[in-house]
Structure formats: C-alpha cells, structure tokens
Nanobody, 126 residues
C-alpha cells in the first residue's frame, strides 16, 4: 500500500501562484508514476499532469501546459505541482495519485492509478 497526503492549497488571485505537495509513504519503491488530477465545482475529475518516477518524464494536459510544472524528489518521496499564471477556471480540489504499473495511456486516466490522496482545495479569485 501507498499512502498519499497533499498540502499547499489555498486562495490566490488570478495571475498568482501556488505550489502543491504530495508526500508518499508506505511501499514507495513500487511507484511507477505519480500524477495530479483536479475536480472543479460541478465537474468530473480530470487529468492535470503526470511524472514517471524513474526518469522524470512528464506529461501535461493542454489546459495547463506552460503554466504548471510537475516535479518530484525521489529522496523525500514527494511530488510537487508548481502552478503559475493561475486562472479562475483552475479552481478545484487537486488530487495526488500514484500508480504501480506501466501506464499504457501515459497516465492520463484515473484507472491507471491505484492510490489517491484526500485532495487539497485551490481557489483562484478573479
């Protein structure tokens, strides 16, 4: 089992920045990739970004490409999401996820992850 705990959410004005963190514990040696998803008000949970744990290869949703940066610290078993140039439409609960198996679809789908955090709220005001 892998346990995930997110932190770093909050309230920020449009154009501002937030940095989310996700601390992983337990069987972290089994992690293949980790990702961020988000769920806005009245919306379904959607893919934001993903990083492969071994080599740091990243993938982003088009809506955040160029504004968000995913990274990880393997020593600390921690995942990060640096969010810049935030927009009101980025308001959502952000979830950290970890997958232990090869991701044939690049980690874009929820089914490719077996472990989830409890989520952290990020609110962007206009």
């Amino acid at each position: 089992q892998v346990q995930l705990v997110e932190s770093g959410g909050g309230l920020v004005q449009a154009g501002g920045s937030l940095r989310l963190s996700c601390a992983a514990s337990g069987r972290t040696f089994s992690i293949y990739a980790m990702g961020w998803f988000r769920q806005g008000p009245g919306k379904e949970r959607e893919f934001v970004s993903r990083i492969r744990w071994s080599d740091g290869r990243t993938y982003y949703a088009e809506s955040v490409q160029g504004r968000f940066t995913i990274s990880r610290n393997n020593t600390k078993n921690t995942l990060y999401l640096q969010m810049d140039s935030l927009r009101p439409e980025d308001t959502a609960v952000y979830y950290c996820a970890a997958g232990a198996r090869y991701q044939s679809s690049g980690g874009r789908y929820r089914r490719e992850y077996g472990y989830w955090g409890q989520g952290t709220q990020a609110t962007v005001s206009s």
